[in-house]
């Protein structure tokens, strides 16, 4: 299966995720810049990410934990989420999201 990541300059890459990955994991694995310090324990906020609107409504919800640590991101959009709280499935395949401000 596929995303497509813009990066911080507008480029657009094609990352392969497996399923049940972690988002974060297929975005650091096509080694693009996601600083992700936490290493995906949904302590830090540096995996925030920007989901496609078209999308939005097909991840998975967000839990209590990723909604608290979400607050803490700057720039926080309706379509923000931590990419490490969302896991790759068929039905994500062609995900679209752009990788977001941290600290
Ligand atoms: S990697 Fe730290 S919250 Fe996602």
Redesign the pocket.
């Known amino acids: 299966m596929k995303i497509l990541v813009t990066d911080f300059d507008h480029v657009v890459h094609e990352v392969t995720a497996e399923a049940d990955w972690p988002i974060?994991e297929a975005i650091r694995s096509a080694g693009l810049p996601i600083k992700?310090?936490?290493?995906?324990?949904?302590?830090?906020?540096?995996?925030h990410v920007y989901v496609d609107d078209a999308w939005v409504g097909k991840i998975q919800a967000m839990d209590d934990e990723e909604e608290m640590?979400l607050g803490e991101a700057p720039q926080v959009r309706p379509s923000s989420r931590?990419?490490?709280?969302m896991r790759m499935a068929p039905e994500l395949d062609g995900l679209v999201l752009s990788l977001a401000p941290t600290y």
Do not use: D, I, V
């Open positions: 974060m992700a310090e936490c290493g995906g324990c949904c302590l830090c906020a540096t995996c640590m931590l990419s490490c709280q």
